[in-house]
C-alpha cells in the first residue's frame, strides 16, 4: 500500500527526475523563452545527441556524461548554423509563425525517422560502471544512474545562470529578451546574439542528452514524450524565466513521479500534456512569468 | 452562371466521372487508394482553413481525426449506428473539440494554440489506451458488411462516402473564402490587433474556424474504423495524419482551397506508389524532408511558384 517511505521515495526520484527535465528545459526556456524561436524539434536533438553518445560510448568506453561535455560544442555549432537558415529563411521574412514553425515540426520528424533507419527502432543505452549501484540515506535509495546525472544538469545550469549574469555576451542575450532594438543603440548585432544564444541552446540540448541515456534507455520516439514535459516545464515556469524553469521542472518531476506510483505508469504522459492545457487555460504567463501573452 | 455555380458543377461533374472511371476500372485496390487520398484532401483543405485563412497552425490533425473514427466505433458498440448517422456524431465531436481548444487558447498568442493542440492529442490517446470500452492499447475490430444499398461492394460505398465528404470540404473552404467569415479570418492572419480594433469579432470568428476545420476533420476520420476493419490508438492518433496534413497544405499553398487539394493529390499519390517500394518510414522522411524543402524555398507552394510564373509572363 501508499506507505509514507514509498512516498518518499517517488518524491526523491521525483526531484532527481526534475533535475534531468530542468536541464532538457532549460535550452527551451532560452530559444523559445528568450528568443521567441520556438524550437519544437529541441527534444529531438536531445534524443539525436543521446543517440551519439550511445555510439561514441560503445567505441571509445568514454562516459556518457564526459562524452557530453564533448559533444556540446560541435552541438552548439550546428545550432547557431540552423538559427542562422532560421534567420534567413522565415524570421528575416516575417514567416516565423506558420512556415518557421512548420519548419521546426518537420526537422523533429526528419531527425526522427533518421535515427530509425540509421539504426533501427530499438532502445538504446549506455552500460556504467555505477549503474547498478546506489546511495542510501537510511530507507531513502538514491540510485547513481539518476543522482550523476543530476548533479551533472544542476552544474550546468549554474554554468548558464553565472554566465548569463556576469559575461558581457550573456547580459546581451538577456537583454535582447528585453528589447532587441535597444540592443542596437548599444553597437551589438542582435542576430549575432541570437545566434551565440540558439547555440548554447542546442548544445544545452546535447548535455541533456548525456543526462537522458545514463538515466533511462532511449528509443527514436522518445522525444514525444519530452516535448511535452519540456513544453510544459517552460510555460508552467512563464516563458523566459530561467530559476523559474528550473523550479517548475523539479515540481513536474515530483507530480509525474507521485502520479506514475499512485495511478500507474501509463497515466504519466498525460501529466505533462494535461498539466499543459490547464496552464495554457488560466495562466498562461506561468508561475514565475509577468503578463506577456 | 456565377462562379460558384461552377465550383458547384464542376465537383459533381468530377466525383460522377471519378466513380464512373474507377467502376471500370474494377480493381478493388483501386477504391482503396482513392479513399486515401480523398481522405488526404479533406484533411488538408480542413487544416487549411486555419492555417491558411486565419494563420494558426494545428499540430493536432491526429487528435480530431481520431475523436471522429473512436465516435464511430463507440456509437456502434453502444448503439449499433450506422455509419452515415456516425460521421454526422463525428463532426459534432470533433467540432466540439475545436471549439474547446480554440476557446482555451485562442486568447492568447497563435503559438499557444500549437502547443494545445499538440497536448489535446498526446491527452486523448492517453484516456483511450486507458480504456477498456474503446478497446485500450490493443485496439478493437469492426466488422465489414458485404454490400451497402445500391453499392457493389463496401469499398466503392466508403470511397463514395469519402468522395462526397472531401467535396463537401472543398465546398465549405470556397464558400469561406467568399464569405465575411474568410475575410474577417484574412484581416486576423495579416494584423490581428488591427482587425480587432477595426471591429472584427476576431475571438469569434476565430472560434467558428476551429469549429469547421475540426469538425471536417472528424468526418474525415470517422469511416476509418471500417477501412480498416481495426483500430487502435498507434493507428488513430498517428502523427502521420498531423504531418501530412501540414506538408500537403504547404506543399500545395496555402492562398486557397486548391492547395491542399494539388498538395494532398500529389504527396498521397507519392506516398500510395512509394509505400509500395519503401519502408513506411522512408516514406515519412520524404513528407517530412520535402515539407521542409518548401516552407524554405518556395514558401507560397505550388500555388505560389504558378503565380509568379504568370505574373512574370504578364510582364514579359
Redesign the interface.
Known amino acids: 500500500m501508499l506507505d509514507s517511505f514509498l512516498i518518499a521515495n517517488a518524491v526523491t526520484s521525483g526531484l532527481l527526475l526534475g533535475c534531468l527535465y530542468a536541464i532538457a528545459s532549460m535550452g527551451l526556456a532560452v530559444s523559445f523563452g528568450m528568443l521567441d524561436v520556438v524550437n519544437i524539434a529541441h527534444p529531438a536533438m536531445m534524443v539525436l545527441a543521446s543517440f551519439l553518445i550511445a555510439v561514441i560510448c560503445a567505441a571509445s568506453g568514454l562516459d556518457p556524461l564526459l562524452a557530453a561535455v564533448l559533444l556540446a560544442p560541435p552541438f552548439g555549432l550546428l545550432g547557431a548554423g540552423l538559427y542562422r537558415v532560421y534567420y534567413i529563411f522565415f524570421e528575416r521574412r516575417g514567416q516565423e509563425a506558420m512556415q518557421g514553425l512548420a519548419f521546426f515540426f518537420g526537422l523533429m520528424i526528419v531527425i526522427e525517422v533518421a535515427l530509425i533507419l540509421v539504426w533501427g527502432g530499438d532502445q538504446r543505452w549506455v552500460e556504467t560502471a555505477y549503474g547498478g549501484h546506489s546511495l542510501n540515506l537510511g530507507p531513502i535509495g538514491l540510485p547513481l544512474r539518476m543522482l550523476f546525472p543530476a548533479l551533472m544538469a544542476l552544474a550546468a545550469i549554474a554554468v548558464l545562470f553565472v554566465w548569463l549574469r556576469r559575461s558581457f555576451t550573456g547580459r546581451a542575450v538577456a537583454a535582447v529578451a528585453q528589447d532587441r532594438e535597444a540592443l542596437r543603440f548599444m553597437a551589438i548585432n542582435p542576430i549575432r546574439i541570437k545566434t551565440i544564444a540558439f547555440g548554447l541552446s542546442i548544445a544545452l540540448a546535447a548535455i541533456a542528452g548525456g543526462c537522458l541515456i545514463v538515466v533511462q534507455p532511449v528509443d527514436a520516439h522518445s522525444g514525444h514524450i519530452y516535448l511535452g514535459r519540456v513544453l510544459a516545464v517552460v510555460i508552467l515556469a512563464g516563458l523566459g524565466s530561467l530559476p523559474g524553469t528550473l523550479i517548475a521542472a523539479l515540481i513536474f518531476g515530483v507530480i509525474e513521479n507521485l502520479t506514475a506510483t499512485i495511478f500507474g505508469p501509463a497515466w504519466s504522459p498525460a501529466v505533462a500534456f494535461g498539466l499543459l492545457l490547464v496552464m495554457l487555460a488560466f495562466r498562461p504567463q506561468g508561475m514565475f512569468g509577468g503578463a506577456h501573452g | 452562371m456565377s462562379r460558384v455555380m461552377y465550383l458547384h458543377i464542376g465537383l459533381v461533374v468530377a466525383a460522377v466521372a471519378m466513380i464512373l472511371g474507377l467502376r471500370l476500372l474494377g480493381n478493388e485496390y483501386a477504391w482503396y487508394m482513392g479513399y486515401i487520398i480523398l481522405q488526404y484532401v479533406l484533411l488538408a483543405v480542413s487544416w487549411n482553413i486555419l ?1 491558411g485563412y486565419a ?1 494558426y ?1 494545428n ?1 493536432g490533425t491526429a487528435a480530431f481525426f481520431a475523436a471522429g473514427a473512436y465516435t464511430t466505433i463507440l456509437l456502434g458498440k453502444w448503439l449499433g449506428l450506422d455509419l452515415l448517422l456516425c460521421v454526422l456524431a463525428a463532426g459534432v465531436v470533433s467540432g466540439l473539440l475545436g471549439l474547446g481548444m480554440g476557446w ?2 485562442l ?6 494554440f ?3 493542440t ?3 492529442a ?2 486523448l ?3 483511450v ?2 480504456w477498456p470500452y474503446a478497446g485500450g492499447s490493443s485496439g478493437v475490430y469492426t466488422l465489414r458488411p458485404q454490400d451497402y444499398l445500391v453499392f457493389g461492394n463496401f469499398s466503392e460505398f466508403l470511397f463514395v462516402l469519402m468522395l462526397v465528404l472531401a467535396f463537401s470540404g472543398i465546398a465549405v473552404a470556397a464558400w469561406i473564402e467568399r464569405s465575411r467569415l474568410g475575410l474577417g479570418l484574412t484581416t486576423i492572419r495579416d494584423d490581428e490587433r488591427a482587425a480587432a480594433a477595426a471591429g472584427v469579432p476576431t475571438l469569434r470568428l476565430k472560434l467558428a474556424a476551429t469549429t469547421i476545420s475540426g469538425a471536417l476533420m472528424g468526418m474525415a476520420g470517422a469511416p476509418l474504423p471500417y477501412y480498416a476493419s481495426y483500430l487502435n490508438p498507434e493507428a488513430a492518433f498517428s ?1 502521420n495524419y498531423t ?1 501530412n496534413a ?2 500537403m497544405t ?1 506543399i500545395g499553398g ?1 492562398q486557397s482551397w486548391v492547395g491542399p487539394v494539388i498538395g494532398a493529390v500529389l504527396l498521397g499519390t507519392l506516398q500510395q506508389g512509394a509505400t509500395v517500394t519503401i519502408s513506411s ?2 516514406n ?2 520524404i ?3 520535402v ?2 524543402l518548401f ?2 524555398l518556395a ?1 507560397k507552394g505550388i500555388l505560389g511558384l504558378i503565380r509568379a510564373r504568370r505574373r512574370k509572363g504578364d510582364r514579359a
Open positions: 492555417a494563420g497552425v499540430f482555451l487558447t486568447r492568447l498568442r497563435g503559438v499557444y500549437s502547443i494545445a499538440l497536448s489535446l498526446v491527452v490517446q492517453t484516456l489506451v486507458n502523427l504531418i501540414m506538408a504547404l496555402t518510414a522512408a515519412l522522411l513528407v517530412g524532408g515539407m521542409i516552407v524554405t514558401p
